[in-house]
């Protein structure tokens, strides 16, 4: 079965700090993407990458950057958090375009920020 | 720019009876693929179902089946027989592939409800 990971599912921080969001998959997929969900936005793309080394930014890069140093982790920084960062941020992969399914996300379990 | 609407915040159902979300979407392009994803409470996000635009016959499964209207942009989703599982806020989102990745775009999401 697919599975895509979190490193944690409730995260409280304080203003200022920085913030590391972990994300695993295991179905060697290449293409991966960081979303935040606010009620009443839906979800909103952050950044992606869709091969290692490589990132793309989204629709709200502000306040974000990322790292995907292997094929199967794709990481989300927030280099000093605010309080407008407070959210639920949603990992998700899925195979290249073009490939079987390569339109399907498949999407980790979620990690909700507190930032205080 | 792409955009995907959800219009209905919140829906009830009584188990067993049909209820229909609905989604609409503007695009200037021909092919594309739309989706209706389903986040239950404190679950995982899974895809429910996929259409592609190039095919004229509504997707079907199970109990769940989509009307798509391109001319319209318009791309309901009906339950049929609701279940007590079927509780989730499900959002409808818009695929296009480019290059080497593609990018979904969500709408804001709609909080179902099947009472007992």
């Known amino acids: 079965d697919v599975k895509v990971t979190q490193s944690s599912r409730y995260l409280v921080k304080r203003t200022g700090e920085k913030v590391f969001l972990e994300c695993v998959q295991d179905m060697d997929h290449e293409n991966m993407f960081w979303y935040r969900q606010d009620p009443g936005l839906g979800l909103r793309l952050i950044y992606f990458s869709y091969d290692v080394k490589m990132k793309e930014k989204g629709d709200i890069p502000e306040g974000y950057s990322v790292s995907r140093e292997k094929k199967e982790r794709f990481s989300l920084i927030l280099e000093s958090a605010s309080t407008n960062q407070t959210s639920m941020y949603l990992c998700?992969?899925?195979?290249?375009?073009?490939?079987?399914?390569?339109?399907?996300?498949?999407f980790g379990p979620g990690t909700r920020l507190t930032v205080l | 720019a792409q955009t995907v609407t959800q219009s209905q915040p919140e829906m009830s159902v009584q188990e067993a009876e049909t209820v229909t979300l609905s989604c609409t979407y503007d695009t200037s392009e021909n092919n594309y693929y739309l989706f209706w994803y389903k986040q239950p409470p404190s679950r995982q996000m899974i895809l429910v179902i996929r259409q592609e635009a190039y095919k004229q016959q509504n997707a079907t499964e199970n109990r769940f089946s989509v009307n798509f209207q391109k001319a319209a942009k318009s791309f309901s989703l009906k339950i049929s027989d609701s279940q007590l599982g079927d509780t989730a806020m499900y959002f409808c989102a818009y695929y296009q592939g480019s290059g080497n990745t593609g990018k979904l775009i969500f709408g804001q999401g709609t909080t179902l409800q099947v009472k007992p």
């Open positions: 998700a992969s899925t195979p290249p375009a073009g490939t079987w399914r390569g339109d399907e996300q498949f």
